[in-house]
């Protein structure tokens, strides 16, 4: 004899997949969203990194830090995505480090 199952259970399955398919969606794509954000730190703060050693190489052939970002682009090869990042770039002497500070564009 077969036992027969109660209605509430069947109407209990056909929801729970649902909600178990949403959730793990919704695990997801925070992972991917959280993924993303550590991605983009990660980026700038190798930005900032490659900044501070191209004018510290400056500094070291030529006796004096770098003028302006662009000295940097002309004569040390460095590239900014500059749709993506604001590099903000103060001098304020020759023989001072200058200061660096990157923004996100959003």
């Not at 695990?27 to 900044?51: H, I, P, Y």
């Not at 050693?53 to 000295?71: F, H, K, L, Q, T």
Request: charged residues 25%; hydrophobic residues 40%; aromatic residues 10%.
């Amino acid at each position: 004899m077969k036992k027969r199952q109660s209605p509430y259970w069947a109407i209990l399955r056909g929801l729970l997949l649902p909600v178990i398919v949403v959730a793990a969606l919704l695990c997801f794509s925070a992972a991917v969203d959280n993924l993303e954000n550590g991605r983009s730190s990660e980026e700038k703060q190798r930005l900032e990194e490659t900044l501070r050693r191209s004018c510290v190489a400056c500094y070291a052939a030529e006796g004096v830090y770098p003028p302006n970002i662009d000295y940097l682009k002309a004569h040390y090869g460095l590239q900014i995505d500059e749709k993506r990042y604001i590099v903000r770039y103060s001098v304020y002497g020759e023989n001072l480090m200058p200061d660096i500070t990157i923004l996100e564009n959003n």
